[in-house]
Nanobody, 120 residues
Framework: QLQASGGGLVQAGGSLGLSCAASGRTFSNYVMGWFRQAPGKEREFVAAVTWNGDSTYYADSVKGRFTISRDNAKNTVYLQMNNLKPEDTAVYYC???????????????WGQGTQVTVSS
């Protein structure tokens, strides 16, 4: 089970930090990823981190602004979002998979999502 938290309302240019805590099993061997879905749009890849944190991947739209990290001792993955833009407004989901993928079907377990709203 994955539980995402940390969403909220922020002004453009502001920052938010998301967390995703895993329970029920150990996800330290899994890739952890963040996706987002804006109203009327498909769910899209945001960022991912390999099981040991050595490799990270980002969508071009968030590169340089967002940072993904993980703490396997806490079974938690984080997404630090800086310089937020109105187009970052979406429900953010965390997910786990065996190997890195930018596709939603590459991830097996999903959290419930947390709303991020960026006002202009």
């Amino acid at each position: 089970q994955l539980q995402a938290s940390g969403g909220g309302l922020v002004q453009a240019g502001g920052s938010l930090g998301l967390s995703c805590a895993a329970s029920g099993r150990t996800f330290s061997n899994y890739v952890m990823g963040w996706f987002r879905q804006a109203p009327g749009k498909e769910r899209e890849f945001v960022a991912a981190v390999t099981w040991n944190g050595d490799s990270t991947y980002y969508a071009d739209s968030v590169k340089g602004r967002f940072t993904i990290s993980r703490d396997n001792a806490k079974n938690t993955v984080y997404l630090q979002m800086n310089n937020l833009k109105p187009e970052d407004t979406a429900v953010y989901y965390c997910a786990t998979g065996w190997v890195f993928s930018r596709r939603t079907d590459g991830y097996r377990y999903w959290g419930q999502g947390t709303q991020v709203t960026v006002s202009s």
